[in-house]
């Protein structure tokens, strides 16, 4: 059974930083994508940046840029994302999700068959 934790959301003033991690586990394989979506009240969720965990190979939306790098951590099977540059639209409630099988970092939600809990990122102006 996969299952995905995040961490390290909170409250940050505009400009500032955060770091998200997903650790995942019960994944057997090394071939598997992971990203991070995010959905704000009322939108839709949508794609922030993935990884393909067996080939190091990362896609950030266009929206993050620059601002967003996401990685793999220091312990087994957990990817992080650092967000600087934090702005009030970035406040929305974060999610990792793994495509198990995969070595492309899909955009589409669907793709993706386990789902962490979320953590809760708040940008304040």
């Known amino acids: 059974q996969v299952q995905l934790i995040e961490s390290g959301g909170g409250l940050v003033q505009a400009g500032g930083s955060l770091t998200l991690s997903c650790a995942a586990s019960g994944v057997t394989t090394s071939t598997y994508a992971l990203a991070w979506f995010r959905q704000a009240p009322g939108k839709e969720r949508e794609f922030v940046a993935g990884?393909?965990?067996?080939?190091?190979?990362?896609y950030a939306a266009e929206f993050v840029k620059g601002r967003f790098t996401i990685s793999r951590g220091n312990a087994r099977n957990t990817v992080n994302l650092q967000m600087n540059s934090l702005k009030p639209e970035d406040t929305a409630a974060y999610y990792c999700a793994v495509s198990p099988d995969s070595t492309v970092v899909l955009t589409t939600s669907r793709y993706y068959k386990y789902w962490g809990q979320g953590t809760q990122v708040t940008v304040s102006s």
């Open positions: 990884i393909s965990w067996s080939i190091g190979y990362t």
